[in-house]
Structures are given as C-alpha cells and as structure tokens.
C-alpha cells in the first residue's frame, strides 16, 4: 500500500532553534497539515522544506500551557531578604 501524502503549509514562521551540521533545522513554526487548521509546531526541517522529521503540535491553549510551564522552570527562585 502505498503511504499517503502529507500536505502541509508553513503560516508563519517563528525562529530557528538549532541548525544541524547537515543543514537541518529544529523550528518552532504555525503549521496547516493537510489544510486543516494551523496548529503550533515544533519539528527539524530539511534545508528545502520538502522534508520534516518528527515533531510535536500544539493547540493554542497546550502552547500556552507549554510557555507557563517554561517560565515557571526557568523563572529565577524567590528570594527573601
């Protein structure tokens, strides 16, 4: 059985996390996959964009989710004086 193709258009474009020596890139970006509502991404790309690796999507409300757990983690600790 032949594997189905993936549509996928990129919305918007956030930033690039890492580049891979082979010209791979992990980026955070609003993705429609097969012309469905976009959703945020996270995922490596191919220089060209035809290609993707795994990835991970996100709603808007688990994004949000997401971005209080990183600032609870990353916050600096209170302290007392």
């Not at 290609?51 to 209080?68: K, P, V």
Request: glycine residues 4%.
């Amino acid at each position: 059985m032949p594997s189905a193709t993936v549509r996928f258009k990129i919305v918007q474009h956030f930033g690039v996390l890492s580049e891979e020596d082979s010209g791979w890139t992990k980026e955070f970006n609003f993705v429609s996959w097969n012309d469905r509502d976009a959703k945020y991404d996270l995922r490596s790309w191919s220089p060209d964009k035809t290609r993707m690796g795994r990835g991970i999507t996100m709603t808007n409300d688990e994004c949000q989710s997401l971005h209080a757990l990183l600032n609870h983690h990353f916050s600096p600790p209170n302290r007392t004086r």
